[in-house]
């Protein structure tokens, strides 16, 4: 495929949850695009729509409540949101892998990891059972899991937390997707075996050409493997960059204050900083910026007038009145 061509073209994306207390706007117009070979991150709160735009992605939004109002999900080209559920299921696991945030109630707890293991393999390839089971060690080697023949024959349960999310990787890894949506995939990590993991991906990254969602709390994680960065907040981005760049010269007050709260490691005393107040309730947003009321730079404007999302550089777009006609950043 040619790199220049996006593998994953997402386009003023809207996905809605409609309950008794009111409409839920979780992904409330979101635009980018994944290259292959390239590395996207989406970074930002519990709350602020990661999760619900990888699920928008691969069509396992549940209805009711959910529903993608508006918007287009480009997959080499062809929109998914056309496709039907038999068509989607022949997409996710083969072309398009993920692993999930929480491996525990992403593995089924009755089945051994070979039966889970082997069945996405045959369900995508064309297999036999030793053929697959082959390739199932094979992936059990590959994310550092001890013993992998012994493990095989276990289930979920009988793995600790860590080697629980390095199974679900293995799974995602199974059919060489072009596409990996990895939602916090080192969470449950040792750093030793985050490294590992990363390196995996980076490794698989080369010789498949596969481009990555990286859905991530770690910004260490995120200049470590990301080409360039979604910030999300209540459902929108408030910045999109380049990694570098935005580590360099981050400009929204949101990204500053994720950035202001990590520990440096520098010869003077730095005082982490918290971002004052929570997340907002996405029933109900407040009028204008939705991130005003916890902004250090809040103006009255602020307070009446929601933000486009603007370019303010090459490349670095910024949802923030304070860019409107400027393009100086905030002091940090």
Do not use: W
């Not at 994944?34 to 069509?59: D, F, N, Q, W």
């Not at 929480?102 to 053929?131: G, Y």
């Not at 990590?189 to 481009?211: H, K, N, S, Y």
Request: aromatic share 6%; charged share 25%.
């Amino acid at each position: 495929m040619d790199t220049d061509t996006p593998l994953l073209d997402v386009v003023n994306l809207h996905t809605h949850f409609f309950t008794k207390a009111g409409t839920v706007k979780a992904v409330d117009g979101i635009d980018f695009s994944v290259k292959p070979g390239e590395t996207l991150g989406i970074v930002g709160e519990s709350g602020s729509g990661k999760s619900i735009t990888a699920m928008s992605i691969l069509g396992l939004i549940p209805s009711p409540p959910g529903k993608i109002v508006d918007g287009g999900i480009y997959f080499k080209g062809e929109n998914l949101l056309d496709k039907k559920e038999k068509q989607l299921r022949q997409i996710r696991g083969k072309e398009i892998g993920m692993v999930f945030q929480d491996p525990m109630t992403s593995l089924n707890p009755v089945f051994t990891v070979e039966k889970q293991m082997v069945e996405t393999i045959r369900a995508h390839e064309n297999f036999s059972k030793k053929q697959a089971r082959d390739r199932s060690l094979e992936l059990l080697n590959l994310v550092g899991i001890p013993d992998p023949k012994k493990r095989l024959t276990s289930y979920p349960h009988e793995f600790s937390g860590g080697m629980r999310q390095r199974i679900m990787i293995a799974i995602a890894l199974a059919c060489n997707p072009s596409l990996l949506i990895a939602d916090e995939p080192t969470t449950a990590l040792d750093v030793t075996i985050q490294a590992q993991i990363l390196d995996l991906f980076r490794r698989m990254q080369r010789e498949l050409d596969m481009g990555i969602i990286m859905i991530t709390h770690d910004l260490g994680v995120v200049s470590e493997v990301c080409d360039r960065v979604m910030v999300m907040y209540a459902g929108k981005p408030a910045e999109f960059s380049e990694t570098k760049n935005l580590f360099d010269h981050g400009k929204h007050p949101y990204t500053l204050g994720l950035m202001n709260s990590i520990p440096k490691i520098t010869p003077e005393k730095h005082k982490l900083e918290a971002i004052d107040g929570v997340p907002p309730d996405l029933h109900g947003l407040p009028k204008g910026c939705s991130f005003a009321p916890r902004c250090k730079h809040v103006m009255e404007s602020c307070l009446n007038i929601d933000p486009e999302l603007k370019e303010v550089d090459n490349n670095h777009h910024v949802r923030c009145l304070l860019y409107e006609d400027s393009k100086e950043a905030v002091s940090t």
